[in-house]
């Protein structure tokens, strides 16, 4: 009788299995300390989330706000070893940070200023944590915390002012592009012509919120690559304004062409939210273009530098 060795399990998975056992254990094993800090973020901020589900994240202007929301909790989770890993060494300034936390709260949730009531669930986690855990474990889990701010809807006076000339600029591209191509467009203002119809460029279509998305799934990008080029990273990141320029223009060329050959019913219905879709894909195929065109060239600058030496 022979014995059968049976292959284990790659190296890589084993040392997975092994960083999920201590998350989940040590997850399971904070539970009866967090509990109530857990039913206190509940009942401080169930209220807020349906309003926004059933309000402002069901509109286009707010529409990534989930998406935001979800990502971060998703980079926290990953963190969270590290943040297990981490001494904690509770600060006293989380509890002031906590009181204008539940203040920004009060203020918005009363009297109905959006702005604050988003911002103080960014203000009041970052506070459970330094009153928690501290300031290393805030440190470790910046990143989380700075991408929730891109669902923090900026002042409407400021957003009007910056998405007007945005929105001239995407509408004078797309008048440029169809044109040279031989369709029957002209343009006034953000009004667009063609054939027998006309298309309003909304803000949604070519505004700074949608310009904020795009850098927050950007910067998204960059976190989950973790490129060790400097270069590679902060050019990316300013890139990022004229990679949703480019994809903005996309989607409004995309839907006067859908207007143009299927009606306007084509063009303000179902394919009017799949022109979304394509914003997206867009972006995300600009990004990887641009981010595989950097690393081409910093591979190369770098074999410069060695057959220079």
């Not at 790659?10 to 998350?23: E, H, I, S």
């Not at 857990?38 to 402002?56: H, I, K």
């Not at 707010?62 to 971060?72: R, T, V």
């Not at 799934?217 to 480019?246: C, D, E, K, T």
């Amino acid at each position: 009788m022979t014995a059968q060795v049976r292959p284990g399990p790659p190296p890589q998975a084993a040392n997975g299995a092994a960083a999920r056992v201590p998350l989940r254990s040590g997850l399971r094993a904070a539970l009866p300390e967090w509990w109530p800090v857990l039913l206190g973020l509940a009942a401080l901020f169930l209220p807020t989330f349906y309003s926004l589900f059933t309000g402002a994240w069901i509109g286009e202007d707010q529409a990534h706000g989930p998406m935001i929301f979800g990502l971060a909790l998703w980079l926290s989770y990953r963190k969270w070893p590290e943040v297990l890993a981490t001494p904690a060494a509770p600060c006293w300034l989380g509890w002031p940070l906590l009181a204008v936390g539940l203040a920004l709260h009060l203020l918005g949730r009363s009297q109905h200023i959006l702005m604050f009531e988003i911002g103080s669930i960014i203000v009041v986690l970052a506070a459970i944590v330094l009153v928690k855990l501290g300031r290393r474990a805030l440190r470790v889990l910046w990143f989380p915390f700075f991408f929730m701010l891109f669902m923090v809807p900026l002042p409407s006076e400021f957003v009007a002012a910056v998405t007007m000339p945005m929105k001239m600029a995407v509408s004078w591209a797309t008048e440029q592009l169809l044109f040279a191509v031989g369709y029957p467009i002209a343009r006034s203002g953000v009004i667009l012509q063609i054939g027998q119809y006309q298309l309003l460029v909304a803000d949604a279509c070519a505004g700074l919120q949608t310009l904020l998305t795009l850098e927050a799934l950007g910067l998204f990008y960059l976190n989950l690559m973790r490129h060790p080029s400097a270069f590679r990273n902060i050019g990316l990141a300013i890139l990022i304004v004229p990679i949703s320029f480019s994809a903005n223009v996309v989607r409004v060329i995309v839907l006067t062409l859908v207007t143009y050959y299927l009606g306007d019913a084509a063009g303000q219905g179902f394919l009017h939210g799949f022109a979304g879709m394509v914003l997206f894909l867009t972006a995300l195929g600009l990004i990887l273009v641009v981010d595989s065109s950097l690393q081409w060239y910093v591979a190369r600058r770098r074999r410069t530098s060695r057959e220079a030496a």
